[in-house]
């Protein structure tokens, strides 16, 4: 049994030392885990002196490709038309692109209301959309932590005639902001280097992952599920194949809030954020939210992935060798609706607009600066705030001298947490929250 907290940070600890017992004693899989991340792993935890693997992970490992109804997919081909592999128009004055993905200006957020249309929501793509048909798509279920150990497929018809959900969430990159620990704190960090516009809120609608799990049959012996894309295989700089996009989930989030989202903002999925069904995670960091979702494991012992063992930890002095446990949470942002070094007129009364946003708590207060953290005033909070989802803020400035400056937002959420100055380090740049220093002139 696992506890209903592996959501919190402390549990999860707890619950990513459980699994590595269980891997040591060959009770846990780690299918396309490099082995060197696995030994980390278990070396940092004192668990591991010359040790062979356990030996029953080859064999599961063929089992599960076996029985897997994706693993033989294509890679990207090498002759794949270069450019972000986005299907929707990317504007430049709406999108920054970065590799495979496109980045949202904040500025052109001050456009749209308290939803992203998805005409302005930001795409992370490890590899590129896939242009997938809604009339042949299926869901699989499988696993061995299903009753009878069968396997069950829905079509989008099936999961739009179950009782549907809506709920308000943002979804975040887990790096979002990773360019700041270079710019604000020296301390380069690998990974695309987003400002702070790795961040969308949109209005989903879906059915509960729990509820297409009952229909399932989801045995008492389940632990994990581990939902994976139909996009592409992913191939990593170095050349190693990691597999489709994929990671695991404690069952007790998997039953808790989290959809299998059909629908964007009243409209059915866009093919970039995931059609024709995604995760949806809310609170947690973006890769938990799969997006083109094909199928889904439900299995009876722990599970691995490269996405919560090579990424998506925090590592670097300061970190345990292995890594934090998997992240879970995003954190608490501030972003002013301005580009780097805007003009603002001298003399004029302008209205600053932002938003700030916890995945922990709402938030109960934003102030500003705008002389570079020498004096903080409160902002006027246009919305209703509640965890997980964005506040738009605003204050009235009225600069006198024209120069260069330097403006500040620091938000404060429920759970008491203000922005700090600096976030500490970690080599692959995840959860900045730290308050951002944004330049703009005096015109
Ligand atoms: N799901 C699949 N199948 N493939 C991916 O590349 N990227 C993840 C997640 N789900 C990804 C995925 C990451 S890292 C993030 S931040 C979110 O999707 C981004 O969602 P969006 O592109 O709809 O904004």
Request: proline share 7%; net charge positive; charged share 20%.
């Amino acid at each position: 049994m696992i506890s209903k907290e592996t959501s919190h940070g402390s549990s999860e600890e707890e619950y990513d030392r459980r699994r590595r017992a269980q891997w040591l004693a060959g009770e846990a899989r780690a299918d396309g885990v490099a082995r060197r991340d696995m030994l980390r792993l278990l070396a940092a935890a004192g668990a591991v002196t010359g040790l062979a693997a356990p030996t029953a992970t080859a064999a599961t490992a063929a089992a599960t490709a076996a029985a897997s109804p994706v693993a033989a997919g294509g890679t990207v081909p090498a002759d794949a038309p270069k450019g972000p592999g986005i299907v929707k128009p990317l504007p430049a004055d709406r999108f920054t692109i970065r590799g495979t993905n496109a980045e949202t200006k904040f500025e052109a957020l001050a456009e749209t209301g308290f939803h992203t249309p998805a005409s302005h929501f930001f795409v992370r793509n490890h590899t590129a959309t896939p242009r997938l048909d809604a009339k042949t798509w299926r869901l699989k279920i499988w696993g061995d932590g299903l009753e009878g150990g069968g396997a069950r497929e829905f079509t989008l018809a099936d999961l739009k005639r179950l009782p549907s959900t809506s709920r308000t969430a943002f979804v975040e990159c887990a790096g979002n902001g990773r360019s700041f620990f270079t710019t604000q704190q020296g301390q380069p960090a690998s990974g695309t280097a987003w400002t702070l516009g790795a961040i969308g809120n949109a209005r989903w609608r879906g059915v509960r992952l729990s509820e297409v799990l009952r229909r399932a049959g989801v045995s008492r012996h389940a632990v994990d599920v581990m939902p994976r894309g139909l996009d592409a295989e992913y191939v990593t700089d170095d050349g190693t194949n990691l597999g489709r996009v994929r990671r695991p989930l404690p069952l007790s989030k998997a039953l808790d809030d989290v959809l299998l989202a059909y629908e964007m903002n009243g409209a059915p999925l866009p093919e970039d954020h995931g059609f024709p069904v995604r995760v949806l995670v809310p609170a947690w960091v973006g890769i938990a939210s799969i997006k083109w979702v094909g199928d889904i494991e439900v299995s009876s012992t722990p599970l691995y992935s490269p996405w919560n063992t090579q990424f998506y930890r925090l590592f670097g002095e300061g970190h345990p060798p292995e890594g934090s446990a998997p992240l879970t949470h995003q954190t608490l942002k501030s972003a002013f609706e301005l580009p780097w070094n805007a003009p603002v007129p001298a003399g004029r009364t302008s209205h600053l607009t932002g938003r700030s946003w916890s995945a922990k708590g709402a938030i109960t207060r934003v102030e500003i600066s705008t002389d570079g953290g020498g004096t903080w005033h409160k902002a006027h909070l246009k919305d209703t705030p509640r965890r997980g989802s964005w506040t738009r803020w605003t204050t009235p400035w009225h600069p006198r001298t024209p120069g260069p400056t330097t403006l500040l937002a620091r938000a404060t959420d429920t759970t008491g947490q203000t922005q700090p100055q600096t976030t500490p380090h970690n080599t692959q740049g995840y959860l900045f929250d730290a308050v951002v220093r944004h330049a703009v002139n005096v015109v």
